[in-house]
């Protein structure tokens, strides 16, 4: 497996900090804007919720953070990518890149599944799936970038341990009515 497999055009986003920081911190934005509404909706404010769960004012802090932390992963995985000669580093990066851009899409699909479609089970399933990814990739990308995106991308696996744990136990204290919705 090589690098050919991604398009061109994902790689070169990725090689520019600033548009490897601002490509998942616009789709942050774009995925989580229309929550502000449903947040202050009937729907999500008669769900039940687990412990733990923190204020919804940490969340447009949390995300952007988050979104920057990881774009500069990227940055740092396609920097080493371009200067490694070695076959199977170059595989593990590139596999670690195209992770990289499937988890971003399944972190923009988690919202209009949760609060556009109401789907909390679908949902809860994209963020299993995302943080596999996530993980899966981290794995990849830790020994050819030298650890490097470990430590940024650590928080956000982090957070997506935690926020599989609220999405499943909002879909578990809500299974009767999520589960009718969803059938």
């Known amino acids: 497996m090589s690098s050919s497999f991604l398009p061109n055009v994902l790689l070169a986003t990725l090689r520019t900090p600033v548009l490897a920081i601002g490509f998942p911190l616009a789709f942050g934005v774009l995925s989580g804007f229309p929550t502000a509404q449903v947040v202050r909706g ?35 995985s396609v920097k080493a990518l371009d200067s490694s000669e070695s076959p199977s580093t170059r595989t593990s990066l590139a596999l670690g890149i195209a992770l990289y851009y499937t ?34 990739a981290a794995r990849l990308l830790h020994g050819p970038t030298g650890s490097r995106t470990t430590y940024l991308l650590f928080p956000y696996c982090g957070w997506l341990c935690f926020a599989v ?11 009767e009515r999520t589960l009718k919705k969803e059938e």
């Open 103 to 136: 988890q971003l899409a399944m972190n923009f699909a988690w919202t209009p599944l949760f609060f556009g479609l109401k789907r909390v089970g679908l949902a809860l399933i994209d963020s299993v799936l995302m943080t596999g990814t996530t993980l899966y």
């Open 42 to 76: 009937p729907w999500y404010n008669s769900l039940r919720f687990p412990p733990g769960r923190p204020p919804k004012e940490v969340f447009p802090i949390v995300w952007p953070l988050l979104y920057i932390s990881m774009g500069y992963a990227s940055h740092i």
């Open 165 to 175: 744990y609220l999405n499943a136990g909002i879909w578990w204290l809500n299974r």
